[in-house]
């Protein structure tokens, strides 16, 4: 299960094909393309355990450096192209990253980073994927190199850092792999066992690569010997069209995905061959129940779903049927065992809802966060960890979520959980996508306010915010719904479907009481 192997086998099959544009890279290119960048990367100094940071669209590119860096020994720290310089100088000092791949797709911040040079006084070498100004070229540098492998192979791996969606982004440094890098990728098997994902998988990645789970996904489906087919971004109908012209058989995306695919007119949904569809794989954020039965009554019971984070501490699944019986569910342990545990890390029985933490599935720590590796750590079970979810677990041992510790609301007392609000608005036909966050209440503390995306911006925002604050409140308890509704073009989410609640908390905070979206 490696690409070098499928290119002694099966040079000439496709290991990748992006969407759009359908350029088809083979596995004996994607072979020699991930050798050239080897030695290019050799040629920079790097060695086994340096880090090399990469800020890289969607592109072909962006596999040669991944499967390069997993045969040199070095740890790739990918990060998103909607970071700005002063976020990406932040990540290259943490990491301790040595080098510095930017996309041309990023002039802007390129040249800011070439200002900022010096904050990043660690870096030796910072390259432009294509031509960038003030910028050696990394592709040309690529093409200069021979096509076999660097004498010196080594088992690489990568460092990921979380999305910042509860402040700076945490680097999370997982066990580093060892010996020769013609091995299996971490959870290919799984991947393998648990959607059946072999030679024949077509699977269509319409998220960026430089999340975790996309490119775990891709790249476990080269490794297998099957095909990946690369959006270069996701646009609804654009989905369901490639997933027609290139018989995909797999997809893996985010429930913000799903939401958008349901709000297309029913004949638009309907225009599209959709039979080739195998396995459709949903996580990185709460699923809304509606939504997701929606999902499964469309395209039938090929929908899996999963639960667990980058830092690798445990894994939980469940198929469609399993959902359909216990729905609102994210499954059973598939890796580790789940614990329920209070504020003082005690395990609570079993309906109860509490903080979530995996024990005997992983260890990770925080790069240079001591502190907040201590955090994740249970107090009662040192070897217990959380991700920071709340959630309970019923008699059968299916775990539900709630919500993040870091954004319940508490209103006269009483907790109330943001997903569950969010997941009844979203369903109404006038709501593109919502937040539910806690605002200031002189009274109460805190009250529950929605900022809503709505399908139209032409609508009326406060008959619009009356109908919705009503429509909540026949189907929900009145200290659920929120009081206030403000209206906003679009809501800040990171590509993975994550809501940036810090930055619409931080508009409503107490300097900031009269804060408004509008």
């Known amino acids: 299960m490696h690409p070098r192997i499928q290119a002694e086998n099966r040079p000439q099959c496709a290991a990748l094909v992006m969407a759009t544009r359908g350029e088809i890279v083979t596995f004996d290119a994607l072979e020699q393309r991930a050798n050239r960048a080897a030695h290019a990367l050799r040629g920079l100094g790097l060695r086994a355990g340096d880090r090399l940071a990469m800020v890289c669209d969607n592109r072909p590119d962006f596999l040669d450096v991944f499967w390069a860096a997993q045969r040199t020994g070095i740890v790739l720290v990918a990060l998103s192209t909607r970071l700005k310089a002063d976020e990406i100088a932040y990540i290259v000092n943490d990491s301790s990253a040595k080098a510095l791949l930017i996309t041309d797709a990023m002039r802007g911040v390129a040249s800011d980073l070439v200002a900022v040079r010096s904050e990043m006084p660690r870096l030796s070498h910072v390259l432009g994927i294509g031509s960038l100004a003030k910028l050696p070229n990394w592709l040309q540098r690529c093409a200069e190199q021979p096509s076999t492998p660097i004498a010196d192979e080594y088992f690489g791996s990568r460092m990921a850092y979380s999305s910042g969606t509860t402040g700076r982004p945490k680097g999370i440094v997982l066990p580093p792999g060892s010996g020769s890098p013609i091995q299996p990728l971490p959870g290919t098997d799984m991947m393998q066992g648990l959607y059946g994902l072999d030679q024949s998988t077509v699977y269509l990645c319409p998220a960026p690569l430089y999340h975790a789970a996309p490119v775990a996904f891709t790249t476990s489906v080269q490794a297998i010997g099957g095909t990946s087919v690369l959006m270069e971004k996701f646009d609804p109908e654009e989905f369901l069209r490639l997933i027609e012209r290139w018989r995909v058989t797999a997809v893996q995306v985010v429930p913000t995905m799903f939401v958008r695919l349901l709000k297309l007119a029913p004949a638009v949904r309907a225009k599209y061959d959709l039979s080739s569809l195998r396995t459709v794989i949903h996580a990185a954020a709460p699923c809304p129940p509606e939504i997701k039965r929606q999902m499964i009554d469309w395209l039938g019971p090929i929908i899996?779903?999963?639960y667990g984070g980058s830092e690798g501490i445990g894994l939980v699944g469940i198929n469609s049927e399993d959902w359909l019986s216990h729905p609102g569910s994210v499954g059973k342990a598939l890796r580790g065992v789940v614990h329920i545990c209070d504020d003082a890390g005690n395990e609570l029985p079993a309906g109860e809802t509490g903080l979530i933490y995996f024990s005997d599935g992983g260890t990770f720590t925080y790069h240079n966060d001591?502190?907040?590796?201590?955090?994740?750590?249970?107090?009662?079970?040192?070897?217990?960890?959380?991700?920071?979810?709340?959630?309970?677990?019923?008699?059968?041992?299916?775990?539900?979520?709630?919500?993040?510790?870091?954004?319940?609301?508490?209103?006269?007392?009483?907790?109330?959980?943001?997903?569950?609000?969010?997941?009844?608005?979203?369903?109404?036909?006038?709501?593109?996508?919502?937040?539910?966050?806690?605002?200031?209440?002189?009274?109460?503390?805190?009250e529950v306010k929605a900022v809503v995306q709505p399908v139209s911006c032409s609508e009326d925002q406060e008959r619009l915010a009356a109908e919705l604050i009503t429509w909540c409140r026949e189907r929900a308890a009145d200290v659920k719904c929120p009081r206030t509704i403000d209206f906003t073009p679009s809501l800040p989410r990171a590509d993975t479907g994550k809501l940036y609640k810090r930055e619409l908390i931080a508009m409503y905070a107490p300097q900031n009481p009269h804060g408004s979206l509008t």
């Open 304 to 306: 899996h779903e999963f």
């Open 370 to 446: 001591p502190v907040k590796t201590q955090q994740a750590r249970n107090p009662l079970h040192p070897d217990w960890s959380t991700l920071g979810d709340i959630g309970r677990m019923d008699t059968e041992g299916y775990l539900y979520l709630t919500d993040r510790r870091d954004f319940v609301i508490i209103s006269g007392g009483v907790n109330i959980y943001p997903q569950e609000v969010e997941n009844l608005l979203i369903t109404h036909p006038k709501v593109a996508d919502v937040a539910v966050i806690g605002v200031p209440n002189e009274e109460f503390g805190e």
